[in-house]
């Protein structure tokens, strides 16, 4: 058997913080001998989190100066291209709590080379008017995807890291997000890039020497939701914590502060194993007072 069979990969770029923790912890509790690969800027990382098996890995700070996330995809292809054939290679945000495996991933979708997740907002279990769902066109959900690793992921790597350097796919150069965030003519590198990239992976063909088999594994494995989404029982987040029905849920952006994660006396495992109520009553007046801010078109918004 190959002890390096599960691969994960975390990027971060600043000091220790107590969802990192919590992320780890959780990801240890579902998959205790998993490989992670972390890449880290601030030393503090190394010592607060060593207890959990890691390689650390130093982010080269003049490789990654204001293109962080083309240097994550970048070390991905140098990652994927060090393991063994069949290996599989997690890609994952840190701002995530794990509820199962999320290998599992794998054994549900088997024989495909790359993985990654429909947001829930572009479907019907959204449950927002059909109009709305089907004009969601860039599905992708970042922060959660991964490859089988073998010839054609290895390939494929490569090809993502050459279109920027390159610019060898038309798709990605005409495509319009990408277009959106481009920063004095030139992608950008900093933040969108990653995401971008997925969502123009998911709508095109990509030329490689042979078919890429691509899945979306679906929302479960990077639950996130809308913001009114917060306020409906079926949809809310918080709602979905303990169920490993949901082996991951995503606290991006806003939900960070929603769900406390930079509190240790309420986000924490103990209270996550309890089912206790992750948000507080300052944090749902903040997520009240954003949504209310939209106006008449806050049903419609993400």
């Given at each position: 058997?190959?002890?390096?069979?599960?691969?994960?990969?975390?990027?971060?770029?600043?000091?220790?913080?107590?969802?990192?923790?919590?992320c780890?912890?959780?990801?240890?509790?579902?998959?205790?001998?998993?490989?992670?690969?972390?890449?880290?800027?601030?030393?503090?990382?190394?010592?607060?989190?060593?207890?959990?098996?890691i390689?650390?890995?130093?982010?080269?700070?003049v490789?990654?100066?204001?293109?962080?996330?083309?240097?994550?995809v970048?070390?991905v292809?140098?990652i994927?291209?060090?393991?063994n054939?069949?290996?599989?290679?997690?890609?994952?945000?840190?701002?995530i709590?794990?509820?199962?495996n999320?290998?599992?991933m794998?054994d549900?979708?088997?024989?495909?080379?790359?993985?990654?997740t429909?947001?829930?907002?572009?479907?019907?279990?959204?449950?927002?008017?059909?109009?709305?769902?089907?004009?969601?066109?860039?599905?992708?959900?970042?922060?959660?995807?991964?490859?089988n690793?073998?010839?054609?992921?290895?390939?494929?790597?490569?090809?993502?890291?050459?279109?920027?350097?390159?610019?060898?796919?038309?798709?990605?150069?005409?495509?319009?997000t990408?277009?959106e965030?481009?920063?004095?003519?030139?992608?950008?590198?900093?933040?969108?890039?990653?995401?971008?990239?997925?969502?123009?992976?998911?709508?095109?063909?990509?030329?490689?020497s042979?078919?890429?088999k691509?899945?979306?594994?679906?929302?479960?494995?990077?639950?996130?939701?809308?913001?009114?989404?917060?306020?409906?029982?079926?949809?809310?987040?918080?709602?979905?914590?303990?169920?490993?029905?949901?082996?991951?849920?995503h606290?991006?952006?806003?939900y960070?502060?929603?769900?406390?994660?930079?509190?240790?006396?309420?986000?924490?495992?103990?209270?996550?194993?309890?089912?206790?109520d992750?948000?507080?009553?300052?944090?749902?007046e903040?997520?009240?007072?954003?949504?209310?801010?939209?106006?008449?078109?806050?049903f419609?918004?993400p």
């Amino acid at each position: 058997m190959n002890p390096n069979k599960e691969n994960i990969i975390f990027f971060y770029d600043s000091f220790p913080v107590n969802y990192i923790k919590v992320c780890l912890q959780s990801l240890r509790k579902h998959n205790p001998t998993c490989n992670i690969f972390f890449f880290y800027k601030n030393p503090l990382i190394k010592i607060f989190y060593r207890k959990f098996n890691i390689n650390f890995i130093k982010i080269d700070r003049v490789k990654s100066k204001n293109k962080l996330l083309f240097y994550k995809v970048y070390s991905v292809k140098e990652i994927a291209n060090k393991l063994n054939l069949n290996d599989f290679l997690l890609v994952c945000d840190l701002d995530i709590l794990f509820q199962n495996n999320p290998f599992l991933m794998f054994d549900q979708f088997p024989g495909n080379d790359f993985y990654y997740t429909h947001c829930l907002m572009s479907g019907p279990e959204s449950k927002r008017e059909e109009k709305i769902w089907k004009n969601c066109v860039n599905k992708v959900n970042g922060g959660v995807w991964g490859i089988n690793v073998n010839s054609i992921t290895r390939e494929l790597m490569a090809f993502w890291i050459r279109c920027e350097e390159e610019k060898y796919w038309k798709k990605w150069e005409e495509f319009s997000t990408r277009k959106e965030h481009l920063i004095d003519g030139k992608t950008d590198l900093n933040w969108f890039f990653d995401q971008d990239f997925l969502n123009c992976i998911d709508q095109n063909n990509v030329p490689l020497s042979k078919d890429l088999k691509k899945v979306n594994v679906g929302f479960e494995y990077n639950y996130f939701t809308s913001n009114w989404g917060f306020f409906n029982i079926d949809l809310n987040m918080g709602n979905k914590i303990g169920n490993p029905n949901f082996p991951i849920i995503h606290f991006k952006g806003i939900y960070k502060k929603i769900y406390n994660l930079h509190n240790s006396r309420i986000y924490n495992m103990r209270n996550i194993s309890l089912k206790k109520d992750l948000t507080s009553q300052k944090s749902r007046e903040m997520m009240y007072r954003k949504f209310m801010s939209r106006g008449e078109k806050r049903f419609e918004l993400p």
